[in-house]
């Protein structure tokens, strides 16, 4: 293990924290455009009206899109940049990789925001704040599909590991450079994951409470 250490360069753990920062903001940005986009339709579905089986669609069709497929897809047709308003906006990489994750990041923010709406009008506003724990985990989960830049040579996390293990001579130095790489990120992940799911099951007591359900023999059953 010492030997292969001395084989990583000196840099290397700045390059993959630096490259983690571009997964954590690309799932930043995806989240934030599936917001802008999905809050509408999510608005749309949760109409009691026809009205309501146009974002039902619209949703469907955006989770059957693969992410390599729209990754490649807009990679190849888009321009080199845009103008928007007399601005040029320059399409890189990774706004490319942003824009794939778009599909699954509004089909996410529409479904579970047509259910807080509909669990506010129930009058449950405990509930209907599940949307932001679920968002969060939307978030993490964004985060690992941003590894899918690497094929696009994005130098993000992944991109900068798989660069690195390419450079060692020995499979067994492989990997344990990739055993590095899931403990940097499964430790961030999991984390996240557990904070979530802890906030999710806080609010879930909740709600049952409010609606005058006891969770203490349950909670009893679980420590048993």
Known sequence: MSGFLAMLPSGFPARLAAGMAIDFEIAAAALGLGLVLGAPLGFVWAMRSPVRAVPNVIVQLMRAAPTFVVMFFLLNILPHDVRVLGRRIPITRELTVVL?????????????????????????????????????????????????????????????????????????????????????????LQSGFLGVMWVRAHLARLVLRRAGIDTTEGDRRQHA
Do not use: C, H, K
């Open 100 to 188: 794939s994750l778009v599909p699954y990041s509004a089909s996410y923010v529409a479904e579970n925001g047509a259910e807080a709406l509909r669990q506010w009008r129930l009058g449950s506003a405990l509930a209907a704040l599940l949307f932001l724990p679920n968002l969060a985990r939307a978030y993490f989960v964004l985060v690992m599909s941003a590894g899918v830049a690497a094929a696009i040579g994005v130098t993000e996390g992944i991109a900068v590991i798989l660069r690195e293990a390419d450079r060692l001579p020995d499979l067994s130095d492989r990997l344990w450079l990739f055993a590095i790489g899931v403990v940097a990120y499964g430790v961030i």
